[in-house]
């Protein structure tokens, strides 16, 4: 793969140093890039103390049976111990582990020496169900607090957990359940969002009736909503119930560092799931470092609020995993950003004084569109860095995050990883890096990435080709649970001795990276690769469009025709003149050849909850084909909606 051209994303030349009270007082500087360029293993045998190992490593990686990779393998850790224990110990054990925010409006705040009680009393709980080290338990929740209490349960205990995101089907619980052979589930009665109570038990009651998930033999239950539900007696059990009664202390044990942590479902393009599996040892280093390091963490005074939701990778390493080892004090949220009002966001902000803001392109190009009035309503003069993740960052949007949520201020660090790396790969450093806004731009220290041509030749400055990973990372997957050939097949095989991480990527003059989006979203029109990303945010930089999807659809004559789907921002009215303007804006950008065949203004996107927009439904409409597997939309409706409109709205030449 080749792109023609970045000429939309490089347009914006603006370049943001960092402010200099960040630089002055940065976690990291740029002697870490030097001190890792120097001795790779070193750095990261170094970043291993931040961590309290019960037994020092004395090996940093063994790389002998690649791409099986050992890290730290002959230390071993309690992971739930360096998120809670040690911050109680060291004297923290007041400070706010987490605030929790409820829908409703409801709040929480859960210390240290809180958490570190309800973990404790919620391994026991495990331990009288049966759950051995080794065990697999499923955790399928809302956004509350007790799913942390779960997840940090299981990893004191060995447990590997499995959390499936409460908005999937009772068919994709059950596959994932069996899959991982989970005996225990963890779930809620239900959780708010939209403002309303939404059921989750009567679904994994749905997954259990599935043969294949027929072996689970205990479904424990949080009290949230306190609506009615089914019940089975004998394997049911109301965690307020078992979970309060057992004893305030626990011991830990120390686990080899390579101890399963967590399984984590990705959709695989074809049939099963992918189990991405991710140890302990390694995988704790690298979220707790780039944490530290990313959102530059100041554990006494930041207020650190991450809005994936729990069930995702990025709920797992910066809710949980790296926040909780670096002691900080985190924000949870547990619904949607307009309920009850499209301010709930900023408000949130504004009530626990929140420093760095952690939040997905496609929150923010929502709230573009809802207008910028809403934001500017709030106090939001306590942040001081913004992250973003998940999808490409158009420079459109990144520069109104700063604007209008940084007080034209704040550094942004647009930060690449996958569920499959565990932690950021590619970012900038907030006190270090002078940022392009729409590109990542640099590998962190420590890790080795770089972008590669067909061939598997590193390309020139100012080229593009397929983001590859050259050299093992901590966090990095350690296989697909149950399935080394398809951990081979799937990321080793594409380039001899590299990791293929599936995206497209150019490298600017500069040699900064600037992420184009899968390779299997690229289109071929007329013979030229053209990147759905730069399309989208050609589009985006129109001043009436919010948000826009971009898809190739087979085409007779041109091998495939570009069909965008666009929002219109906050108060712009669909005209006639429309279309035909954001035809001729694109081909200003990029050139006649990317200038989309057909445009269709929506209200809404399809995406899934972790905010990536389902290329995939879209291009089954611009076909006219029937929809594939919508459970994993976060509102199906939206593609009911589309359709509806498709024949009048499209715009032929
Ligand atoms: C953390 C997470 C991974 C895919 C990844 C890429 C896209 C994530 C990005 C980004 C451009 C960024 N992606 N962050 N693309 N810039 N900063 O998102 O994990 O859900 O596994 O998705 O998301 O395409 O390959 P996951």
């Not at 992971?79 to 040690?86: G, L």
């Not at 391994?123 to 169900?129: D, G, K």
């Amino acid at each position: 793969m080749t792109n023609e051209s970045l000429a939309n994303l490089m347009t914006e030349k603006r370049r943001f140093a960092p402010p200099a009270e960040v630089a002055a007082d940065a976690n990291v500087t740029a002697d870490a890039y030097r001190a890792a360029d120097a001795d790779r293993l070193g750095f990261w045998a170094e970043q291993a103390r931040r961590l309290h190992w019960e037994t020092e490593p004395a090996q940093t990686l063994d790389w002998s049976n690649p791409p099986f990779a050992k890290w730290f393998a002959d230390g071993r850790l309690n992971v739930a111990y360096n998120c809670v224990d040690r911050h109680v110990l060291a004297g923290h054990g007041d400070r706010v582990a987490l605030h929790f925010e409820g829908e409703p409006g409801d709040s929480r705040s859960l210390t240290y020496a809180e958490l570190l009680r309800e973990v404790s009393q919620a391994a026991h709980a495990l331990t009288e169900l049966g759950v051995e080290a080794g065990d697999r338990v499923a955790i399928y929740m809302p956004m509350i607090p007790e799913t942390v209490v779960a997840m940090l349960a299981c990893a004191r205990i060995g447990a590997p957990h499995s959390v499936v995101f409460g908005a999937f089907s009772a068919d994709a619980l059950a596959t994932r359940i069996e899959d991982a052979d989970a005996r225990v589930v963890i779930t809620s009665d239900g959780g708010y969002r939209r403002g309303a109570p939404s059921p989750l038990k009567p679904t994994v009651d749905e997954a259990l009736t599935r043969p294949g998930a027929a072996r689970v033999r205990s479904v424990l239950v949080v009290r949230r909503t306190g609506q009615d539900i089914p019940w089975t007696e004998g394997r049911d059990l109301w965690w307020h119930e078992l979970v309060a009664r057992q004893p305030e202390q626990h011991t830990p044990l120390a686990f080899p560092a390579e101890h399963p942590l967590f399984i984590l479902y990705t959709s695989g393009t074809t049939g099963r799931p992918k189990g991405i599996l991710h140890t302990s040892g390694g995988y704790l280093t690298q979220t707790a470092y780039t944490h530290h390091a990313v959102f530059d963490l100041k554990p006494e005074t930041d207020v650190y609020w991450c809005t994936a939701d729990v069930g995702w990778v990025t709920g797992h390493s910066y809710i949980v995993y790296g926040p909780l080892a670096n002691g900080a004090t985190g924000v949870l949220y547990e619904g949607t950003p307009n309920t009850p009002h499209n301010g709930r966001w900023w408000e949130i902000v504004q009530k626990y004084g929140v420093t760095i803001l952690y939040t997905a392109p496609t929150a923010i190009r929502t709230c573009m569109k809802w207008g910028d009035d809403i934001p500017a309503k709030f106090d939001l003069s306590s942040l001081r860095i913004l992250g973003s993740v998940g999808e490409p960052i158009n420079p459109e949007a990144w520069i109104w995050y700063r604007k209008h949520i940084g007080a034209d201020r704040t550094p942004v660090v647009d930060t690449w990883w996958q569920t499959e790396t565990g932690a950021i790969m590619i970012s900038p450093l907030p006190g270090v890096t002078v940022a392009k806004p729409g590109a990542a731009q640099v590998p962190l220290p420590g890790i080795a990435a770089t972008v590669v041509d067909d061939d598997g030749a590193e390309v020139a400055h100012g080229s593009g080709g397929y983001l590859t990973l050259t050299e093992p990372w901590p966090s990095m997957l350690r296989t697909i649970w149950g399935d080394d050939q398809r951990y081979l097949d799937t990321y080793w095989s594409r380039f001899e001795g590299k990791y293929f991480a599936g995206d497209g990527a150019k490298k600017d003059e500069d040699g900064d990276i600037w992420l184009l989006g899968r390779v299997d979203d690229v289109m071929l029109v007329s013979g030229h690769n053209i990147s759905t990303t730069e399309v989208e945010s050609a589009l985006v930089s129109h001043p009436r469009i919010a948000e826009a999807a971009v898809v190739g659809a087979t085409d007779p004559q041109t091998t495939q025709a570009i069909c965008a789907f666009v929002i219109l921002r906050g108060g712009a009215a669909e005209d006639e003149g429309l279309v035909d303007e954001l035809r001729a804006h694109v081909a200003k950008e990029l050139g006649p050849i990317a200038k989309p065949k057909r445009i269709l203004p929506v209200d809404e996107l399809p995406k899934t909850r972790s905010g990536k927009i389902m290329r995939r439904l879209l291009r089954d409409v611009a076909e006219n084909r029937e929809l594939g597997d919508v459970t994993t939309l976060t509102d199906s409706s939206v593609m009911e909606l589309i359709q509806a409109k498709l024949p009048t709205a499209a715009s032929e030449d």
